[in-house]
T-cell receptor
Framework: DAKTTQPPSMDCAEGRAANLPCNHS???????VYWYRQIHSQGPQYIIH???NNETNEMASLIITEDRKSSTLILPHATLRDTAVYYC??????????FGPGTSLSVIP | KAGVTQTPRYLIKTRGQQVTLSCSPI?????VSWYQQTPGQGLQFLFE???????NKGNFPGRFSGRQFSNSRSEMNVSTLELGDSALYLC????????????FGSGTRLTVV
């Protein structure tokens, strides 16, 4: 079970890039890294996932280190609507999907 | 394409009662997972169902149970409600076990008084 570690909170100025780190040093070779976010009182929303290569979609970019022990979620131009709790998970194949406490990102005007 | 639908959105129950929550997954999704979210404990995994079978289970007492129907709709039941069961209950669906590639519903807010 790949345990992930994230800082409990971060601030980011509106319009700047938000870089959210995640440590997953015990990840196995076939375990993907997933990122979700949860805006207050709503269900979590899938953002992006990756295995080895960097990934980008319309919401964010995911940078995974070559040794796969850590990753960074990048929101290129943070807005106030990006204020949320961000979860990084690396669930083992076909096992229960466990969420940690995540990082509470505050985007400051 | 309709998302994951959870009903009801809000519920108030009395201690000792039982409650049933419903989740309709995205059409074609066969895996349904349930989570409990409280301010103090965060997102806690309850169970996952796939093709009407419970595939994974979290560390909750036997008062928490669930089932999945042939159309992939799922229900969870909590018997003998306690004040501590007050929480947001979230359902998530995926095609198969997608390693976490879930779509979540908006949740059912249960308040036990």
């Amino acid at each position: 079970d790949a345990k992930t570690t994230q800082p409990p909170s971060m601030d980011c100025a509106e319009g700047r890039a938000a870089n959210l780190p995640c440590n997953h040093s015990t990840i196995s070779g076939n375990e993907y890294v997933y990122w979700y976010r949860q805006i207050h009182s709503q269900g979590p929303q899938y953002i992006i996932h990756g295995l080895k290569n960097n990934e980008t979609n319309e919401m964010a970019s995911l940078i995974i280190t070559e040794d796969r022990k850590s990753s960074t979620l990048i929101l290129p131009h943070a807005t106030l609507r990006d204020t949320a709790v961000y979860y990084c998970i690396a669930p083992p194949h076909r096992d229960k999907v466990i969420f940690g406490p995540g990082t509470s990102l505050s985007v400051i005007p | 394409k309709a998302g994951v639908t959870q009903t009801p959105r809000y519920l108030i129950k009395t201690r000792g009662q039982q409650v049933t929550l419903s989740c309709s997954p995205i059409s074609g999704h066969r895996s349904v997972s349930w989570y409990q979210q409280t301010p103090g404990q965060g997102l806690q995994f309850l169970f996952e169902y796939f093709s009407e079978t419970q595939r994974n289970k979290g560390n909750f007492p036997g008062r928490f149970s669930g089932r999945q129907f042939s159309n992939s709709r799922s229900e969870m039941n909590v018997s003998t409600l306690e004040l501590g069961d007050s929480a947001l209950y979230l359902c998530a669906s995926s095609l198969d076990w997608s390693g976490g590639g879930y779509t979540f519903g908006s949740g059912t807010r249960l308040t036990v008084v």
